[in-house]
């Protein structure tokens, strides 16, 4: 029996791509299933990378935003649905659909009453594993780490070393700071350029301010491909980090595009749980300094913003670079 199947997962491209396995296991289990998936608006880019995802309902995290997604539930004709997140209100959402079966996490005895599967959240594990338990009630399918069907891996250029220094821009509005400034990115790069290597710098809209100051203190002598302007879509970044020798970026969603395709990385962590969001895959190394603080990592479970100190994100630029350049 064909199965259509309500996926629903809140967060940016980032949780979306840690998200995407789940419904690729799901898929593995039952081809024929109509897979919707219900995300915000600033995510529904995840379609550009895979083929697996046949409707998208974009919904804002708002009350109005919940009873239009109840509604679309109720007279989807969905077989079921499966919820991320810890808030215990999901569970009613749930029940109130009158979908069949209704998986979500267990967040207490009323979870356990209202969802037909009440699975065991773990949020101390690579995120994808702990999204993957949401389908294990499915299918005894495993994936490890996020697949695009839709991206034409390319050949990768030796000697090649791709930047791309930003972060979303709705976590600078929330005051959350998650890479070096824009200074310590140019003389990053300028150590990594002496080396011979040909940088290629890449961004997004998001990453304008970032880029234009990076390129300001880059001296005028320094030869680099700059991509910035390309506008380029998140099927096309991922194409250029597919192709890239070595690419090195910020804890945000080009990191989990570079997991999917394979990419040798680097990327730089400070407040953040690296073991959450990096595989043991062997391909992305996580840049940490050993600044003591007794916080860390703070985001997001002690901390919802990030403090003034900025101490875990101090780093010897030269030795970052040397490490990269001896990988």
Not at 40 to 52: H, P, V, Y
Not at 238 to 244: D, H, K, M, N, R
Request: aromatic residues 8%.
């Amino acid at each position: 029996m064909k199965k259509k199947v309500l996926f629903i997962n809140f967060g940016g491209i980032g949780d979306e791509i840690l998200f995407l396995p789940s419904i690729i296991s799901f898929k593995k289990e039952f081809p024929d299933s109509e897979i919707t998936l219900a995300l915000e608006k600033r995510s529904a880019g995840i379609t550009e990378l895979t083929s697996l995802i046949n409707n998208t309902i974009c919904i804002p995290k708002t009350r109005s935003g919940m009873l239009k997604l109840l509604f679309k539930m109720r007279f989807g004709k969905f077989d079921c649905v499966v919820s991320s997140g810890s808030n215990k209100l999901i569970s009613l959402l749930l029940f109130l659909s009158g979908i069949k079966s209704r998986t979500g996490f267990d967040t207490g005895a009323v979870s356990k009453k209202l969802l037909t599967s009440a699975v065991k959240l773990d949020k101390n594990r690579y995120a994808v594993k702990m999204y993957h338990e949401l389908v294990s009630p499915y299918t005894s399918h495993f994936t490890p780490l996020p697949e695009f069907d839709r991206v034409e891996k390319q050949v990768k250029k030796s000697d090649t070393i791709l930047i791309h220094p930003g972060v979303s821009q709705k976590s600078l509005n929330q005051g959350v700071v998650k890479t070096i400034t824009p200074c310590e990115w140019a003389e990053l790069i300028i150590y990594l350029a002496s080396s011979g290597k040909k940088i290629i710098l890449a961004g997004g809209k998001d990453d304008r301010e970032c880029i234009d100051i990076i390129k300001k203190h880059l001296p005028e002598t320094l030869v680099y491909t700059d991509m910035t302007k390309e506008n380029l879509s998140l099927k096309e970044l991922a194409e250029l980090i597919s192709g890239t020798e070595i690419f090195v970026c910020s804890d945000s969603a080009p990191l989990h595009i570079a997991t999917g395709v394979g990419t040798k990385t680097f990327v730089f962590f400070g407040s953040t749980d690296y073991k959450k969001l990096t595989p043991d895959s062997g391909n992305i190394t996580p840049i940490l300094n050993d600044y003591p603080c007794s916080l860390r990592p703070c985001l997001w479970e002690k901390r919802t913003k990030s403090c003034d100190d900025l101490g875990c994100l101090k780093f010897d630029l030269k030795s970052v670079a040397k490490m990269i350049l001896n990988s």
